[in-house]
């Protein structure tokens, strides 16, 4: 299967860390961010890469190059101005194939077990779904979470027949069926939180509850913490 890692974001609130350094490509624990995925993904078995970017976006190519580093083939998209999530993954659709495919945040940090995402993809395949989300306890950044989970699927609201049903956060990490994006012009900026909401209210999301380490490596005292952390294993 393939995996799409997004890398286009400006990091606007990691300046002025990412004037000069794309955010993918701030270090934690002696390895960039991008880098945790990318080895991750390819002990998975997963090699097939995409890769988009845009600001400072060649600092990553340089980087990274073909992936031959890492055991990968890595591919990229290059937006020049960021289209956002939904917008930047339509933009990849050539590169991405017609079956499911993984897309996960290159700004985040988990733990989360990739070699669950190639059977995750072939059930969704196999289905009527349109995204399948792996969905994360809230952080203090964002307590109120955003999608919620009953029976592993993703529905509006929470069941009160189901008590088992709570509101968590998007780890940023999805499969999804390229026809999600088959409305989105290529080239043109999208964001994904409403055509998830629209198929969510569909009933046409999965989800699972990941509840390792999760971390949305958002600002620099993050950045920090998380380096401390893993250089203290």
């Known amino acids: 299967m393939l995996a799409m890692i997004l890398a286009a974001g400006r990091g606007e609130r990691m300046r002025p860390l990412t004037d000069h350094t794309p955010k993918p490509l701030l270090q934690v624990g ?41 055991g990968a083939h890595i591919r990229y998209s290059n937006e020049g101005t960021a289209l956002e999530t939904a917008g930047g993954i339509a933009n990849a ?7 499911p495919f993984a897309v996960v945040n290159g700004d985040v940090y988990c733990d989360y077990d990739f070699t669950h995402l190639p059977h995750c993809a072939a059930a ?22 955003d999608f919620c989970l ?3 699927r993703v529905v509006p609201t929470p069941s009160i027949l189901n008590p088992q049903s709570s509101i968590l956060t998007f780890s940023g990490i999805g499969l999804y069926r390229p026809a999600l994006f088959n409305g989105i012009a290529r080239g043109s900026a999208a964001p ?17 509850h990941h509840r390792g380490i999760w971390i949305d490596v958002g600002t620099p005292q993050r950045l920090q913490e998380l380096d401390q952390q893993l250089r203290s294993v």
């Open 93 to 99: 659709l050539h590169l991405l194939g017609e079956q």
């Open 192 to 208: 994904l939180a409403p055509l998830l909401r629209a198929q969510i209210a569909a009933g046409k999301v999965s989800g699972e």
């Open 150 to 152: 009953s029976n592993q």
């Open 124 to 145: 969704l395949a196999n289905s009527t779904d349109m995204a399948h989300l792996v969905l994360v306890n809230n952080p203090e950044h964002n307590p109120s979470g």
């Open 30 to 70: 002696g390895k960039a961010l991008i880098v945790w995925h990318i080895e991750r993904l390819v002990q998975a078995g997963i090699t097939e890469l995409v890769i988009n970017h845009a600001h400072l976006g060649m600092q990553i190519e340089q980087a990274l190059g073909d992936g031959s580093q890492f």
